[in-house]
Structures are given as C-alpha cells and as structure tokens.
C-alpha cells in the first residue's frame, strides 16, 4: 500500500505564499522509482495540472499557471515533495492533490498516476 498525505493548505491574502508538502510512505513503496505530480480541483472545474518532479528531482515541469510562481522539489531521502507558491491569486483557490506514477517518463494526465493523497485546500482571499 501506498499512502499520500498533503499538508500546509490554508487561508493566504492575495499576492501571498503557501508551502505544500507530500510525505510518501508504505511498505514496499520505493519512493525515487516515481514521478510526483501535483493538480488542482476547483469546484466545479476538471483536475489541472499544476507540477511534477522526476523520481530523483532532476527533471521538473510545470503547468502555464505555475510557470514564474511555483517551485516544486523533492527530498529522497524524507520521502516528500514540496510545492512552494508564490504570488498566489484567488484562482489558485483550489484542493491541491499530489499523486504518484512509477517510473521517469512524464505526464500531466492525472489518469496516469496511480496514487492519490486526499487533498488540502488552499483558499485565497482577494
């Protein structure tokens, strides 16, 4: 089994930031054999992609509406994944999710990932 836990949503102003975290754990999960991607769903709104990292953090990507404001990282050896947001607007208001594909090929199709953590809102005031 393979568990994600999202932590460090909350309420943030405008032009504001706010950390992410992704801890990764399970027993036979081998954490840097993954891609970890991060999405965001808004009500009413389809998942969107928002970052992914390669499974030993060489390769980063990002989707147009993290481009200049976010920063995704990673660190082996404590199993979690970072996303760090910058100049946040309300719509960045979102539940924010990262996920898990095994292997280094990229992908921001949230079908292709195969684990899913339960979400952390972040809301962000005007």
């Known amino acids: 089994q393979v568990q994600l836990v999202e932590s460090g949503g909350g309420l943030v102003q405008a032009g504001g930031s706010l950390g992410l975290s992704c801890a990764a754990s399970?027993?036979?999960?081998?954490?840097?054999?993954?891609?970890i991607g991060w999405f965001r769903q808004a009500p009413g709104k389809e998942r969107e992609f928002v970052a992914a990292?390669?499974?030993?953090?060489?390769?980063?990507y990002y989707g147009e509406s993290a481009k200049g404001r976010f920063t995704i990282s990673r660190d082996n050896a404590k199993n979690t994944v970072n996303l760090q947001m910058n100049r946040l607007t309300p719509e960045d208001t979102a539940v924010y999710y990262c996920?898990?594909?095994?292997?280094?090929?990229?992908?921001?199709?949230?079908?292709?990932?195969?684990?899913w953590g339960q979400g952390t809102q972040v809301t962000v005031s005007s």
């Open positions: 996920a898990a594909r095994p292997g280094s090929l990229y992908t921001s199709r949230p079908q292709m990932y195969d684990y």
């Open positions: 399970g027993s036979t999960f081998a954490f840097t054999s993954y891609n």
């Open positions: 990292i390669s499974p030993v953090g060489g390769n980063v």
